[in-house]
T-cell receptor, first 117, second 112 residues
Framework: GAVVSQHPSRVICKSGTSVKIECRSL??????MFWYRQFPKQSLMLMAT?????????EQGVEKDKFLINHASLTLSTLTVTSAHPEDSSFYIC?????????????FGNGTRLTVT | KQEVTQIPAALSVPEGENLVLNCSFT??????LQWFRQDPGKGLTSLLL?????REQTSGRLNASLDKSSGRSTLYIAASQPGDSATYLC???????????FGKGTHLIIQP
């Protein structure tokens, strides 16, 4: 089955630093990847849609200059949290769609638990 | 704006019981609906995907139904086992190119 690998699984950083999270599709090409975050006891919320070779599309209320997304290849998308603050502490998770098939299920990575101190 | 609600928020039942998890969504114009399970500290595992034109999907002991016009889906788990303990998430996709809108999930505990 389709596998999405996300790294790191956990990261603790100091306020003001930047953190990069990687999302890789291991056995398929992902033209589109999605980034979500989940605060405690809340539902997963879509942050942005990342398309290979083009700029990401951000959901309303998500700062594109703070959450930098790069999707330079068909198997890798990265999310960089710039100048992280404690309120950015959350569970971040990516998902990918196999190729260009809209009817395919979305596959998820294992997520990254970010703690900003 | 699409809103997805899952009921109940938590459920604890003895092993062997059949159970039903409910999901409702406010905008019936969906492309498809997907059920996931999430284990503590882990990512999401896709369980079933129902296209908007379908009424149900089955995989092993799991059966998911979709009533798009009324904005509802159910996940039926037969002969529950302790290994089924997890949080079950329902999510809908507005269009083929769109991401998912999730409910808050049902936290399920199956007692041995």
């Amino acid at each position: 089955g389709a596998v999405v690998s996300q790294h790191p699984s956990r990261v603790i950083c100091k306020s003001g630093t930047s953190v990069k999270i990687e999302c890789r599709s291991l056995d398929f090409q992902a033209t589109t990847m999605f980034w979500y975050r989940q605060f405690p006891k809340q539902s997963l919320m879509l942050m942005a849609t990342s398309n290979e070779g083009s700029k990401a599309t951000y959901e309303q209320g998500v700062e594109k200059d703070k959450f930098l997304i790069n999707h330079a290849s068909l198997t890798l998308s990265t999310l960089t949290v710039t100048s992280a603050h404690p309120e950015d502490s959350s569970f971040y998770i990516c998902s990918a769609r196999v190729g260009g098939s809209y009817n395919s299920p979305l596959h998820f990575g294992n997520g990254t638990r970010l703690t900003v101190t | 704006k699409q809103e997805v609600t899952q009921i109940p928020a938590a459920l604890s039942v003895p092993e062997g019981e059949n159970l039903v998890l409910n999901c409702s969504f406010t905008d019936s114009a969906i492309y498809n609906l997907q059920w996931f399970r999430q284990d503590p500290g882990k990512g999401l595992t896709s369980l079933l995907l129902i296209q908007s034109s379908q009424r149900e999907q089955t995989s092993g002991r799991l059966n998911a139904s979709l009533d798009k016009s009324s904005g509802r889906s159910t996940l039926y788990i037969a002969a529950s086992q302790p290994g089924d303990s997890a949080t079950y998430l329902c999510a809908v996709r507005r269009g083929g190119a769109d991401g998912l809108t999730f409910g808050k999930g049902t936290h399920l505990i199956i007692q041995p």
